[in-house]
């Protein structure tokens, strides 16, 4: 049996961007994933009270954003599956979907460093092959630190090399809240969706 790789990228994506997209790529480039599986969360745990848009536009935007990408797709396993969704729990149930591949769960740098405090932490660890960790600017994340908490985990983390670029969802809505420019942090499928459905004003 042939063992593909295959990267796990989640998130809320409202909306995806062009950092969104660049990170994949540059995952996918320098990992060696064969497909790239998209996971949109439909009201991730750690942000209880932060307003989210719609799942179904968010779903929308990232299949516009990933429309022309061959090594792309989304995944279901969080959007027909009641909530609350661990990370944890996800990579168990695709572990089980897809016995053929290796996992790669990719993540930013805050989030590595926040890891220990995720739910279930050594069990995402079991789940995948390895951690993909997309750098971003001014993060920092001590190992060693993290293995005393996490044994194990310096084994399995894969820093990815990619251009830090200062793009966010939560800055690309405060934009367009207050007038500003935002056509060039998006793809232009996703920047006119926006504007023709008055997204985030």
């Known amino acids: 049996m042939t063992v593909t790789r295959t990267g796990v990228f989640g998130g809320t ?15 996918q480039a320098q990992l060696g994933l064969a497909r790239l599986l998209w996971v949109l969360t439909a009201q991730p745990p750690h942000k209880p009270e932060q307003p989210i848009s719609a799942l179904e536009r968010r779903l929308a935007m ?17 959007i027909d599956r009641p909530g609350p969704h661990f990370a944890a729990d996800t990579l168990q149930l695709m572990q089980a ?50 293995e005393r ?7 399995k983390v894969r820093f990815v090399d990619a251009p830090l670029l200062e793009i966010s969802s939560r800055e690309i809505r405060q934009r367009i809240r207050s007038g500003g420019h935002f056509r060039y942090y998006l793809p232009e499928a996703v920047y006119k969706y926006i504007v023709q459905q008055k997204l985030y004003i």
Do not use: K
């Open 13 to 27: 994506f409202d909306p995806p961007h062009l950092g969104h997209l660049i990170l994949a790529a540059e995952a």
């Open 62 to 78: 990232l299949e516009l954003a990933i429309a022309d990408d061959p090594y792309s797709e989304i995944s279901r396993v969080e």
């Open 97 to 146: 979907r897809y016995p053929e591949t290796e996992l790669v769960y990719l993540m930013g740098g805050d989030s590595l460093r926040d890891l220990p405090n995720w739910q279930r932490p050594s069990d995402l660890l079991a789940a995948c092959r390895f951690i993909g960790v997309m750098r971003r600017p001014r993060d920092s994340v001590d190992l060693s630190a993290l």
């Open 149 to 155: 908490l996490l044994p194990g985990i310096q084994a």
